[in-house]
């Protein structure tokens, strides 16, 4: 399966998520590849605890090998290399999580029918290697999403299984701007369909996760007047009439991500030790990570609304 991470803003917790996704499916036995597509600012070394990758390589990354600079480009093996407190050894049951970085300051690079190539033979190699390939793409409208979504129309892709996932805050601009990334005229949804997609397959395996997001229903919030929790609610309810209206409803949402001030603070995997020992997280937070790594793979999530 193929996974593709984006977002039309920055900030959403887009590649902190996708990392915890991809740790938490290879903690569940599957063999896992992350690929940092985000080639303005290649940093999810430093979410997977990898600090000599923390803003991507000095060469042999992705920037080299998509513009032919190299054959291959290198892989981190993130239970062996993560400087991360409580990673060490892979777990017995655990499959294999592999990074492949990008190129520290490599920037932005328009596609080249040789880039394309280039990414399509490396998605098919992966796919039969990997149990699951996550790849986290710039934000916005990014020459890397324009990339993956003409790779992932080829005829060599089509029968691979793929899923979009678009990260979005819970607030009024986040919820237009991940509506206008998929539905509008620039869109995934319609920029698909000109580069050889079915939009009726396209829109089908594209789903919404709505990340920091407060307990919005609770008694007693904590931390917040009354007069404070009562507008929250109120504003909350306006969002969601706002998201249904712009189809970010139930239908084509796959998951929520509680707000975590762990998250806020440090971008970094969240492990069980983090809550059970160093009680620097959340239950909430892995658990919500663990189901939204389930529902990838399960059927009911996915089926067309």
Same mark, same amino acid.
């Given at each position: 399966?193929?996974?593709?991470?984006?977002?039309?803003?920055?900030?959403?917790?887009?590649?902190?998520?996708?990392?915890?996704?991809?740790?938490?499916?290879?903690?569940?036995?599957?063999?896992?590849?992350?690929?940092?597509?985000?080639?303005g600012s290649p940093t999810?070394?430093?979410?997977?605890?990898?600090e000599r990758a923390a803003?991507?390589?000095?060469?042999?990354?992705?920037?080299?090998?998509?513009?032919?600079?190299?054959?291959?480009?290198?892989?981190? +093996?993130?239970?062996?290399? =993560? +400087?991360?407190?409580?990673?060490?050894?892979?777990?017995?049951?655990?499959?294999?999580?592999?990074?492949?970085?990008?190129?520290?300051?490599?920037?932005?690079?328009?596609?080249?029918?040789?880039?394309?190539?280039?990414?399509?033979?490396?998605?098919?190699?992966?796919?039969?290697?990997?149990?699951?390939?996550?790849? +986290?793409? =710039?934000?916005?409208? =990014? $020459?890397?999403?324009?990339?993956?979504?003409?790779?992932?129309?080829?005829?060599?892709?089509?029968?691979?299984?793929?899923?979009?996932?678009?990260? $979005?805050?819970?607030?009024?601009?986040?919820?237009?701007?991940?509506?206008?990334?998929?539905?509008?005229?620039?869109?995934?949804?319609?920029?698909?369909?000109?580069?050889?997609?079915?939009?009726?397959?396209?829109?089908? =395996?594209?789903?919404?996760?709505?990340?920091?997001?407060?307990?919005?229903?609770?008694?007693?919030?904590?931390?917040?007047?009354?007069?404070?929790?009562?507008?929250?609610?109120? $504003? $909350?309810?306006?969002?969601?009439?706002?998201?249904?209206?712009?189809?970010?409803?139930?239908?084509?949402?796959?998951?929520?991500?509680?707000?975590?001030?762990?998250?806020?603070?440090?971008?970094?995997?969240?492990? +069980?030790?983090?809550?059970?020992?160093?009680?620097?997280?959340?239950?909430?937070?892995?658990?919500?990570?663990?189901?939204?790594?389930?529902?990838?793979?399960?059927?009911?999530?996915?089926?067309?609304?």
């Amino acid at each position: 399966m193929l996974v593709i991470a984006t977002s039309d803003k920055g900030g959403t917790g887009r590649s902190v998520t996708g990392g915890n996704i991809a740790y938490r499916r290879s903690l569940h036995g599957s063999d896992v590849c992350y690929l940092d597509f985000d080639f303005g600012s290649p940093t999810a070394g430093a979410v997977f605890g990898v600090e000599r990758a923390a803003r991507g390589i000095e060469c042999g990354g992705l920037h080299s090998f998509l513009q032919g600079r190299i054959a291959e480009p290198d892989r981190i +093996d993130v239970w062996r290399d =993560s +400087d991360q407190e409580g990673m060490g050894a892979r777990p017995p049951g655990a499959g294999r999580l592999v990074l492949l970085p990008g190129d520290r300051g490599g920037g932005e690079f328009a596609l080249t029918r040789d880039a394309l190539e280039r990414c399509t033979k490396l998605l098919i190699r992966l796919q039969e290697e990997f149990d699951l390939c996550l790849i +986290d793409l =710039s934000a916005g409208r =990014s $020459h890397a999403a324009e990339m993956v979504l003409t790779a992932t129309a080829q005829p060599e892709l089509r029968p691979l299984e793929t899923r979009w996932l678009v990260f $979005h805050r819970w607030t009024r601009q986040n919820i237009l701007a991940a509506a206008g990334l998929v539905y509008g005229d620039r869109g995934l949804i319609r920029g698909g369909v000109e580069r050889g997609h079915r939009e009726d397959e396209l829109a089908g =395996s594209i789903r919404f996760v709505r990340t920091a997001m407060l307990d919005f229903e609770s008694a007693e919030p904590a931390g917040l007047r009354p007069a404070q929790a009562a507008w929250l609610r109120e $504003h $909350h309810r306006a969002l969601e009439e706002l998201a249904r209206r712009n189809r970010l409803d139930r239908t084509t949402v796959l998951a929520a991500v509680p707000f975590e001030p762990a998250l806020q603070m440090r971008e970094q995997l969240i492990s +069980d030790q983090d809550v059970r020992a160093g009680r620097i997280a959340n239950a909430e937070t892995p658990e919500a990570f663990d189901r939204l790594a389930r529902k990838l793979t399960d059927p009911a999530a996915w089926e067309r609304p």
